[in-house]
C-alpha cells in the first residue's frame, strides 16, 4: 500500500522557520517528482513548490520564491520543505504528494498554481502550519 506521510508542521511566529518531512512507503520515491501543496480553510489546494527525482525544483507559487526550499534523499525515501521568513498567509495544512502522470520523474509546469493537484497522487494527510504572533 503507497502511503506519503507528512510531519513537521507546528506554530510558529511570523519570520520563523519549519522543516516539513515526507516520508513514503510502498512507493520507491526516487522514481517520482514530489509536489508540495497546500490548503486553507475555502481554499482550493494550491501547488507550492516541486521537486524532481533528480533534486530539480519547480516553483509552483511565486509567492513562496526565495523562502521556500524543496529537497529529498532517495535513499531514506524522504523528500524535505524548508520554510523560512515564515507569513501568516503561509497558515495552511501542508501535503505531499507524488507526480503520477507520465513521464513521472519531471516536475510538471506551465500550469496555475492551482491546476498542479491532477497531475499527483499518494496523498498524505497533512500537516498543519501555523504562522501566528
Known amino acids: 500500500q503507497v502511503q506519503l506521510v507528512e510531519s513537521g508542521g507546528g506554530l510558529v511566529q511570523p519570520g520563523g522557520s519549519l522543516r516539513l518531512s515526507c516520508a513514503a512507503s510502498?512507493?520507491?520515491?526516487?522514481?517520482?517528482?514530489i509536489g508540495w501543496f497546500r490548503q486553507s480553510p475555502g481554499k482550493e489546494r494550491e501547488g507550492v513548490i516541486c521537486?524532481?527525482?533528480?533534486?530539480?525544483?519547480?516553483i509552483y507559487n511565486d509567492s513562496v520564491r526565495g523562502r521556500f526550499t524543496a529537497t529529498r534523499e532517495n535513499a531514506k525515501n524522504m523528500a524535505y520543505l524548508q520554510l523560512n521568513s515564515l507569513e501568516p498567509e503561509d497558515t495552511a495544512v501542508y501535503y505531499c504528494?507524488?507526480?503520477?502522470?507520465?513521464?513521472?520523474?519531471?516536475?510538471?509546469?506551465?500550469?496555475?498554481?492551482?491546476?498542479?493537484?491532477?497531475?499527483?497522487?499518494?496523498w498524505g494527510q497533512g500537516t498543519q502550519v501555523t504562522v501566528s504572533s
Open positions: 521537486v524532481s527525482n533528480s533534486g530539480t525544483s519547480t
Open positions: 510502498g512507493l520507491t520515491l526516487e522514481n517520482y517528482a
Open positions: 504528494a507524488a507526480h503520477l502522470s507520465s513521464p513521472v520523474g519531471p516536475c510538471p509546469w506551465g500550469q496555475d498554481y492551482n491546476d498542479y493537484a491532477r497531475y499527483f497522487g499518494s
